[in-house]
């Protein structure tokens, strides 16, 4: 069974994730199921056969999220420091062509949000900065073409 790292923060997300789907939307279906049963006939009953996809749906996903979650492997960023590039640092760069700075912070795949400056462990960019500090330059083979960046900062927490 291959473990998932993922920060404190991320795993929380889950937690709530999973907790409002088991205590609010699994009653909800149930309860528009029941509902729907009411109106008779099920063969040609539209709102019975949605809620029950609905259904199928949400007991996906919670069954996804408690495989993560029983997978996870929390890493407290909290705990981590040096000047070396790992999972959970927050690393400023500027990239060497346009010397526009970018932040992110690298987190397991489940946590990424770009919009939110998270990327995934597994990212070309990420891939990239891992081992590597403060002063290297590194090359990043990204979809849009290769980017050369240099590292400003390294930072934990």
Known sequence: MEKIPMTAAGYAQLESELKRLTSEERP??????????SHGDLSENAEYHAAKEQQSLN???????????????VIDVSKLTGSTVKFGARVRLVDEDTEEEKSWQIVGDLEADVRQGRISI?????????????????????????HSYEILDVHYG
């Open 122 to 146: 597994s990212s070309p960019i990420a891939r990239a900065l891992i081992g590597k500090s403060v002063g290297d330059s590194v090359e990043v083979a990204a979809p849009g073409g290769a």
């Open 59 to 73: 007991e996906g996903r919670i069954a996804e999220l408690e495989d993560k979650l029983t997978r996870a492997e």
């Open 28 to 37: 909800r279906i149930i309860q528009a199921i029941a509902e729907a049963r």
